[in-house]
């Protein structure tokens, strides 16, 4: 039973995306809970389990970003898997949020649940309940988001847009 204590949850996908996101920048625990309208203790349980899963250095401050990255792609769509669902307000998402929208057209829009949201959307329910709030923030966190929505959400095409976004932003490459 010790081992599922180490067991990754949504929001290590969110606090590892955040810390992408703030671009090699220092941080700290408080505030990382504080952007991501989350407690400390989450985010220090957060980070105990991305290092048990090698996501994380040994400091826990710098992501292994070749295995993150591995895991998005290949791992992200089995283990928080999405449908979209009925239409409502909110915040663009998946292939209807920058960058992606940039790259394709498509006819149906997806958003997450959010009353004070500008776009009609499928409902796409994000990887954990504060993402919006930090997303909303943090343009940069809200790509990365909305890219994973995508590798969630998306067809087989707009997948491979977002892998290699994902590549670019992740891996700099």
Not at 1 to 18: E, F, G, R, T
Not at 89 to 117: C, D, F, L
Not at 119 to 138: C, F, N, W
């Amino acid at each position: 039973m010790i081992a599922s204590k180490y067991n990754m949850k949504p929001q290590d996908i969110l606090v590892l995306l955040k810390i992408i996101a703030l671009d090699n920048k220092e941080w700290q625990q408080l505030t990382l809970a504080q952007e991501l309208n989350m407690s400390q203790s989450e985010i220090s349980q957060s980070l105990q389990r991305s290092k048990y899963a090698q996501l994380v250095d040994f400091s826990g401050k710098k992501v292994n970003k070749v295995a993150f990255y591995e895991f998005l792609i290949h791992g992200l769509s089995y283990v928080f898997p999405q449908r979209p669902a009925a239409v409502v307000r909110g915040i663009a998402t998946a292939h209807s949020a920058a960058p992606i929208n940039e790259m394709i057209q498509a006819t149906e829009a997806y958003v997450w649940p959010y009353a004070k949201g500008n776009t009609r959307g499928q409902a796409v329910i994000p990887l954990y309940s504060s993402a919006i709030e930090a997303s909303l923030k943090d343009a940069a966190l809200h790509e990365l988001l909305a890219m994973t929505d995508v590798l969630r959400v998306g067809s087989t095409r707009e997948k491979e847009i977002a892998r290699v976004e994902l590549k670019k932003r992740i891996l700099n490459e």
